[in-house]
Nanobody
Framework: VQLQASGGGLVQPGGSLRLSCAAS????????????IGWFRQAPGKSRELVAT???????HYVDAVKGRFTISADLAKNTVYLQMSRLEPGDTGVYYC????????????WGQGTLVTVSS
């Protein structure tokens, strides 16, 4: 399954942005292998980190830095996962990627270009 992130851009501190992750095939079903999708970000000079996860059972998980500000969701009819980001801070700046969480845990993700989010006044 190919996953493509989009929707990044330049936003002022305190603003909002919604990222999209379009999948080439069916996702987030318990009977298939891709049953957990995560949004990752890589800030300048830092390593890539997992910031939000959505599972096929509807469970979500967020890193502490984004709790209460970011929301991960999916439109399964469109095979798309979203990351709604609110009250953005300069520290949220980075390249955002979406990926299969299980593949990430195995170290076997082939990272695409991601989408750049810049939070600056």
């Amino acid at each position: 399954v190919q996953l493509q992130a989009s929707g990044g851009g330049l936003v002022q501190p305190g603003g909002s942005l919604r990222l999209s992750c379009a999948a080439s095939e069916t996702i987030l079903r318990t009977d298939i292998s891709l049953n957990a999708i995560g949004w990752f970000r890589q800030a300048p000079g830092k390593s890539r980190e997992l910031v939000a996860t959505l599972t096929s059972s509807g469970g979500t998980h967020y890193v502490d830095a984004v709790k209460g500000r970011f929301t991960i969701s999916a439109d399964l009819a469109k095979n798309t996962v979203y990351l709604q980001m609110s009250r953005l801070e300069p520290g949220d700046t980075g390249v955002y990627y979406c990926a299969d969480v299980q593949k990430w845990r195995r170290g076997s993700v082939e990272w695409g270009q991601g989408t750049l989010v810049t939070v600056s006044s």
